[in-house]
């Protein structure tokens, strides 16, 4: 049994950036369709539950990505900034203005960029568990409307993270 767990744990962190891109996306692109404030709603929609538990599932993933890429000493990569390491990311920003793709992995920007997604993921994660737990109170919108301010940052972060790899790929592709 605890062999079947740790092959389980194990497939789980190796797919749960694809889980959680998937996720995301459809997260995302049905947040539109739903009709939720300060509860779910006694005649709530398929889109509304599927929002709520697969935002949850989702939450579980964001502690799990985030545990993952910062055990053993791998913060200092994707944060750099805490302490005071801006080498790499001030060369990376010079390059750029010298029309040079930052590379991939390391303390630079792109990786300054995946700590960024990881807390603004945590964020949305930690809001929307917020409103679940508070919702029929008055705190739940409040809660609410702190998780659509993260939702918008995360999704800017997506485009910014898409640009990214997409350089990335491009650079690779050249070389």
Known sequence: M?????SLGKKVIEYQHLVLILSSLFLISTSGWLLMGRAIRANASMWDYLHVYLGLLVACFSVSILL???VKGKWRQYFP????????LSNDICGLKQGKIPLAGGRGLFSVIEGIGLILLVLVSFTGVMWFITQGSSEALNWRSYHHSAAHGFIAFIIVHSICAAAHLLDFIRN
Do not use: I
């Open 2 to 6: 605890v062999k079947l767990l740790t």
């Open 68 to 70: 993952t890429n910062v």
């Open 81 to 88: 900034w805490l302490v005071g390491d801006f080498s790499q």
